[in-house]
């Protein structure tokens, strides 16, 4: 099984900062990641899919990036809305991985 | 709008069965592959079974494989989770989700969840 790990576990920061949040895959995914935004008591939202590709709907601010094992989501200036927990998911066999969660928190 | 509205979860007794359903309206929901992902209290997302959009096709979790089966009916819109020999660590909040119909696997649609606590 493909294990992705992410760091930090958390992080916090004010808002109009830039955030960098990673996630390593344990072998070659090419671009087959996505990232989700989880807020409490709710569903996960895809913001990011095939590392680099913005979900209809999510705002431009949020942007992924990286192929191979090594990826990055990037939020250029945070807003309120955005505290929240991040999870990135490979897709690209079965079975499908998430990594452990990034708790994106106000400074 | 796509929508996506779990149902069955509840409390149950260790060794027990419970039968999950998801409704899907505001999609052609026999074109997509369908998934279950859960999340047990206070813990991240674990996907847990993909079933393909005629049920020809299913893969399942090894922590799950041989207890559950993962079921469609396409005429009534409707994805099911058969849950049988139930153990503690299966207690989670359970989601069906929706594939994003690439090449590759994502989940676009996430229902609400439902709960499902397995105690004595």
């Known amino acids: 099984d493909i294990q992705m790990t992410q760091s930090p576990s958390s992080v916090s920061a004010s808002v109009g900062d830039r955030v960098t949040i990673t996630c390593r895959a344990s072998?070659?995914?090419?671009?087959?990641l996505a990232w989700y935004q989880q807020k409490p008591g709710k569903a996960p939202e895809l913001l990011i899919y095939?590392?680099?590709s913005l979900q209809s709907g999510v705002p431009s601010r949020f942007s992924g990036s990286g192929s191979g094992t090594d990826f990055t989501l990037t939020i250029s200036s945070l807003q309120p809305e955005d505290f929240a927990t991040y999870y990135c998911?490979?897709?690209?066999?079965?079975?499908?991985?998430f990594g452990q969660g990034t708790r994106l928190e106000i400074k | 709008e796509a929508q996506l509205v779990e149902s069955g979860g509840g409390l149950v007794h260790p060794g027990g069965s419970l039968r999950l359903s998801c409704a899907a309206s505001g999609f052609t929901f026999s074109s997509f592959w369908m998934h279950w992902v859960r999340q047990a209290p206070g813990k991240g997302l674990v996907w847990v079974s993909r079933?393909?959009?005629?049920?020809?096709?299913?893969s399942y979790a090894d922590s799950v494989k041989g207890r559950f089966t993962i079921s469609r009916d396409n005429a009534k819109n409707t994805l099911y989770l058969q849950m049988n020999s139930l153990r503690a660590e299966d207690t989670a909040v359970y989601y069906c989700?929706?594939?994003?119909?690439?090449?590759?696997?994502?989940?676009?649609?996430w229902g609400k969840g439902t709960t499902v606590t397995v105690s004595s």
């Open positions: 072998q070659g995914i090419s671009s087959w």
């Open positions: 095939d590392a680099s």
């Open positions: 989700t929706r594939d994003k119909n690439g090449p590759h696997y994502y989940m676009d649609v």
């Open positions: 998911q490979h897709g690209d066999s079965f079975p499908i991985t």
């Open positions: 079933i393909n959009s005629d049920g020809s096709g299913t």
